[in-house]
């Protein structure tokens, strides 16, 4: 059976490390906003912000699978997946509880990874567009002719890595890939996890650029 990166992207074999993809939905309770669990980092720039509070969302809209995109646009995962992650080497540090209303209950734990790889703006079609004065943040636009999101069945181009990043890459890390952050696995974790879970959603990260990719496989 093709992996879900096999049947979605070209040359995917090839793939130096992979980016979590997952598609399930869980959501947080109606009354909850996108404030109440993040806050920005500047006055100036509310592109820039951390989370302040566990993800919280109802024991009946809780996915019951085993790995899923929280709508906050983190990722969850099941208590037997963490587990597994865990005995492979990642430390505990790298997951926070996702609970009911009061912290009641522990449905499942998010992706928090405590580390950041060397950014891949650039091999990855992105451009600097502006940065604010306060914090330095820089806001980043991608490049027109790689923004087909109808491309590979909808999910758009694999992502790139340079080899800077690559070398920092040891299991689990978050990775600026545009303005939003991004959880990269090394391809061992992943070989690791695609054998237990075979349909999980991955996209690959190949070694090079956009650019490299678009006129070497399209």
């Known amino acids: ?3 879900f990166a096999e049947k979605n992207w070209p040359n ?10 997952f598609v399930q939905m869980c959501f947080r309770y109606d009354s909850d906003t996108w ?11 509310s592109d820039y912000s951390i989370q302040k509070r566990d993800f919280e969302c109802p024991k009946s809209g809780f996915s019951k699978k085993d790995y899923f995109i929280l709508d906050t646009c983190d ?7 963490k587990n597994d992650l865990i005995d492979f080497g990642i430390d505990d540090c ?3 509880p996702i609970y009911t209303r009061g912290h009641k209950l522990i449905l499942g734990w998010q992706i928090s990874p405590q580390y950041v790889l060397s950014p891949t703006y650039n091999v990855n079609g992105y451009f600097k ?3 604010c004065k306060e914090c330095d943040y820089y806001k980043y636009e991608r490049l027109e002719e790689y923004t087909d999101s109808h491309l590979f069945n909808g999910y758009g181009y694999p992502h790139f890595i340079t080899k800077e990043a690559l070398e920092q890459l040891n299991s689990i890390h978050l990775a600026y890939t545009s303005d939003k952050l991004c959880v990269y696995i090394s391809k061992k974790l992943y070989q690791m996890l695609v054998q237990k879970y075979p349909r999980i959603e991955c996209r690959p990260v190949f070694l090079g650029s956009i650019k490299e990719y678009s006129q070497s496989f399209l």
Request: hydrophobic share 30%; aromatic share 14%.
């Open 1 to 3: 059976m093709k992996t």
């Open 94 to 96: 790298n997951f926070r």
């Open 75 to 81: 990722y969850g995962i099941s208590e037997k997946v």
């Open 129 to 131: 567009k502006l940065v």
């Open 12 to 21: 995917s074999e090839s793939a130096v490390a992979y980016s979590l993809n």
């Open 35 to 45: 404030s109440d669990f993040y806050e920005s980092c500047c006055k100036h720039c």
